[in-house]
């Protein structure tokens, strides 16, 4: 079955500080892999994306993420940590070659950050 | 970009009755997107649409449910007889053919 774990539901860290954040997926096709955030009340805004080549991928704000096909993971990390940072992260799979494209997220991480 | 559109933000209702909820999305987007995500959960896909079509839905769509795309543009998502289980945040997204979702800020349903 398609799923995607992220094993850490609420993680605080002080500021400054590097951040990973975990993901697992299970996926039958060759995934894309994606990470949003989520401000409190707020949609959800697309931090990166992967579909192929480099596995280090850059996104938004700072963030960066590493595909291990061979650990299926996805994890995002950041060197340094904001207050503004604090939000919750979802991690989510799919198949954007496929017609629907619809994604599978995951239960979501919530990050705290302590001055 | 406007963004996609979602009205109303907050909708307090009665078990039994029904409720609607509007997505307007991003103008050049042909793809619709409704999600549901519960407290402590991420989002479960509901539905999907390309241009007016009702390509796929989920199981999580009961036959209370109903979702419309009449011309392509704005989508409808109707819940007849809600019941307390349907309380969550209704978020719709739309993206091009091979382009990225954009979220709305979704519709929060609370049912009494």
């Known amino acids: 079955a398609q799923s995607v774990t992220q094993p850490d539901i609420h993680i605080t860290v002080s500021e400054g500080a590097s951040l990973e954040l975990r993901c697992n997926y299970s996926?039958?096709?060759?995934?894309?892999l994606f990470w949003y955030v989520q401000s409190p009340g707020q949609g959800l805004q697309l931090l990166l994306k992967y579909f192929s080549g480099d596995t280090l991928v850059q996104g938004i704000k700072g963030f960066e993420a590493e595909f291990k096909r061979s650990q299926s993971s996805f994890n995002l990390r950041k060197p340094s940590v904001h207050w503004s940072d604090a939000a919750e992260y979802f991690c989510a799979v799919g198949d954007y070659g496929g017609s629907q494209g619809n994604l599978i997220f995951g239960k979501g991480t919530k990050l705290s950050v302590k001055p | 970009d406007t963004g996609v559109s979602q009205d109303p933000r907050h909708k307090i209702t009665k078990r039994g009755q029904n409720v609607t909820f509007r997505c307007d999305p991003i103008s050049e987007h042909n793809r619709l997107y409704w999600y549901r995500q519960t407290l402590g959960q991420g989002p479960e896909f509901l539905t999907y649409?390309?241009?007016?079509?009702?390509?796929?839905k989920s199981r999580l769509l009961s036959d209370r449910f109903s979702a419309e795309r009449p011309k392509g543009s704005f989508s409808t998502l109707e819940i007849q007889r809600t019941e307390q289980g349907d309380s969550a945040m209704y978020l719709c997204?739309?993206?091009?053919?091979?382009?990225?979702?954009?979220f709305g800020e979704g519709s929060r349903l609370t049912v009494l």
């Open positions: 997204a739309s993206r091009r053919a091979a382009g990225e979702l954009f």
């Open positions: 649409f390309q241009n007016e079509a009702q390509l796929e």
């Open positions: 996926y039958g096709a060759t995934p894309y």
